[in-house]
Every structure is written in structure tokens, then in C-alpha cells.
């Protein structure tokens, strides 16, 4: 194995340096990127600019004992673009503020760069620009991503009006389980190093916790579909949080039905192993990175028979309150127990 590359070997600028060679530029508002004071956009005619941010704490938001750093990489963008989406718009550019400990390899934070670089491939997205500093802690990843959505277009939580159908992409629960296999096999190493982790059978949670996407797609097959959501939430913390901060931005109650929830069967497999109701991962798991956004109900036939969107419910007038309805037919307060980082 070629020895690794001390930091401060390279220092800052060159650093800098080395890892822009690889970044392409594809947007045609990216005026200028890398290697000023500062970058230039020039959004198109019409458009309105989104901007959001995201900060990856080592220690708090991921382990590097299980997270390869490039995939760290491509979850810090996929995790922007997903509140980018969310709005209904489209991402455009990023900019990424990197604080790294003096015991990380060159070729550590290249392999960082690589997972960026993928995920501004798949979304479509322009690296231009960032900070790099020292760091006394652990490794902090700050990313800043722009975004464009027709003048107008954009769509906010609080637009969900009483009737309105709840949908959600994709399935849920997934990335929760998978965490919790990760934490299994990093205290089994620990207890013992000759342990070999045995990931193979989880593959699909284990992916959904380590490498997310972004549901960019779905925005795009909305827009084909003549779609545009009357509100809209990317699920970063448990779909039970991001029903409450829906309603409580829309000013409604709502009904989500237990059976509809969408759970895939690997997660089905996962929650069992580990005795959890699977319900429960869905509802308060968190990361999955799927959208949750309303419709009016006669868009019903739109969307009913699509295979990645499923309607869970519908929102109701605000004293109704937001409850799950479970398969009993009971209504049971909705409450949001999301990842608490403090
Ligand atoms: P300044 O002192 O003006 O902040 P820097 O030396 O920090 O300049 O940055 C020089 C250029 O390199 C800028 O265009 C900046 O956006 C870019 N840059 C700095 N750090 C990063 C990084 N981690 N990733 C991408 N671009 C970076
Ligand atoms: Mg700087």
C-alpha cells in the first residue's frame, strides 16, 4: 500500500488545489467557480433562488467507525439536495466548509471528495467554492447548496388545506434499522477485532443509512404528471415529526392510516431480527430522505397507481388533531419522537 499523505505535508492551498481538479462544471448559471473570492451565479430569467444548509458533525451525525468517508460525502450532498427538492426545486450549485482534524490523510479527504463529486454527478449540481480550516475535534462537514424553481412554483409546508391526500416516496423505517445493524456489528468488532462484520443480508437498510438519495426523481415526475404539491417536507427525522410540522405549518389536523405506511421487505426482515414494530422505525426512525407532501384529492388518479408513491392519509380540519388510525380503526395521537442530537 502507497503510504498515506499527511496533511500538512500538502498545506491548505494545495490541497485546494488537488481536489478541484476532478470537479466538472455543468450548470449553465455557474458563471465562475473554484479560485476567486467568491463564486458567481447567474440564475435564469424567471426563476426564484432556493438556498439551504446542512452541518455533518463527526461524532454527532455520523462514526466514521462504520461510514466510509466517501459515502459521508455523498450523503452531505444528498441530504441538502433533499431540502432542496423539497421545496420543489431543482439544485444548482454548492459550496462545502470543511473543518479537518491534523490526523487525516490527503488521501482520506479525497476519498471525501469523491463521494461530493458523485452526488453533484447524480443531482446534477456545481461544486464552486468552500472553506477549509484546521480542526482541534472531530471532522465537521458544512455544505451550502442553491437551488432554482420557477417564479412562483415553490412549495412551502403551510400549504395543505383540510382533504388534501398525504403521499410519501418511496418506504420507510429502512435507514433506522439499518443504523442499528451498524451498531451491532461495530460492538461486536469491539468486543472482539477478529470478528468479521456480516453485513451481506442487510444490504438494503445498511444502504439506506449510509447512502440516501435524494428524491429529485419524484420532483421530476411530478412535473411530468402536471403535479404540483399544495405542501411539501423531505423525512429527515421520522415521518411522525415531519406530519406534525406539515399540519402545524398548513394550520390542519390529519389521518394516517398504519396499514398504508410503505415498509419494504428487507426492513420488515431487519425490524423483526431486532424485536422493534416496525411501524415504530417507520414513524420515529428517521433519515429516510423521502418526500411527504399533499395533493388535492381529485389529483388522486394521478398518482394512485405510481409505484413509488403511496397515500398514507389526507389532512383534516385543525381540531381534529393528527392522528394515526391503526388497523383496529383507532385514532391515536400522532407524536413525534425524531433523532434528538442534544
Ligand atoms: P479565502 O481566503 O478568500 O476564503 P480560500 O483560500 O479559503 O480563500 O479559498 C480559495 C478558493 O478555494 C475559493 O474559491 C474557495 O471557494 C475555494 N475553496 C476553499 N476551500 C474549499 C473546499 N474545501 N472545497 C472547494 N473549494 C474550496
Ligand atoms: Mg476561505
Excluded: W
Amino acid at each position: 500500500m502507497e503510504p498515506l499523505t499527511p496533511l500538512h505535508e500538502l498545506g491548505e492551498f494545495a490541497l485546494i488545489r488537488r481536489l478541484q481538479q476532478h470537479i466538472e462544471l455543468r450548470q449553465p448559471s455557474t458563471v465562475l467557480g473554484i479560485g476567486d473570492d467568491a463564486a458567481i451565479i447567474a440564475p435564469a430569467a424567471g426563476q426564484e433562488l432556493v438556498m439551504t444548509t446542512d452541518l455533518l458533525v463527526e461524532g454527532v451525525h455520523f462514526d466514521l467507525t462504520f461510514s466510509p468517508l466517501r459515502h459521508l460525502g455523498y450523503k452531505a450532498v444528498a441530504v441538502n439536495v433533499s431540502d432542496v427538492a423539497a421545496m420543489n426545486a431543482l439544485p444548482t450549485q454548492l459550496v462545502v466548509a470543511l473543518s479537518i482534524p491534523a490526523r487525516y490523510s490527503v488521501e482520506a479527504i479525497e476519498e471525501l471528495y469523491e463521494g461530493l463529486r458523485l452526488a453533484c454527478e447524480a443531482y446534477n449540481v456545481d461544486l464552486v467554492g468552500g472553506d477549509t480550516t484546521a480542526s482541534r475535534g472531530g471532522l465537521t462537514i458544512g455544505i451550502t447548496v442553491l437551488g432554482q424553481v420557477e417564479a412562483g412554483k415553490a412549495v412551502p409546508r403551510s400549504g395543505g388545506r383540510p382533504t388534501d391526500i398525504l403521499c410519501v416516496s418511496g418506504d420507510l423505517g429502512g435507514a433506522f434499522l439499518g443504523l442499528q445493524v451498524l451498531e451491532r456489528e461495530k460492538q461486536a468488532f469491539l468486543a472482539d477485532p477478529e470478528t468479521q462484520p456480516e453485513l451481506d443480508a442487510y444490504d438494503y437498510v445498511v444502504g439506506r443509512q449510509l447512502r440516501p438519495e435524494a428524491r429529485l426523481d419524484i420532483i421530476h415526475e411530478l412535473r411530468e404528471l402536471g403535479l404540483t404539491p399544495t405542501s411539501m417536507i423531505d423525512i429527515s427525522d421520522g415521518l411522525a415529526a415531519e406530519v406534525l410540522h406539515l399540519c402545524a405549518a398548513s394550520g390542519t389536523g390529519a389521518r394516517v392510516f398504519s396499514e398504508y405506511l410503505p415498509l419494504a421487505q428487507p426492513t420488515l426482515e431487519a425490524a423483526a431480527e431486532f424485536n422493534l414494530d416496525p411501524l415504530t422505525c417507520a414513524l420515529n426512525g428517521g433519515e429516510d430522505y423521502e418526500l411527504l407532501f399533499t395533493l388535492p384529492v381529485a389529483e388522486h388518479a394521478k398518482i394512485k397507481n405510481h409505484p413509488d408513491i403511496t397515500v398514507i392519509g389526507h389532512l383534516t380540519e385543525q381540531n381534529d388533531a393528527v392522528n394515526l388510525i391503526t388497523r383496529a380503526g383507532q385514532a391515536v395521537p400522532l407524536q413525534a419522537q425524531g433523532f434528538k442530537h442534544f
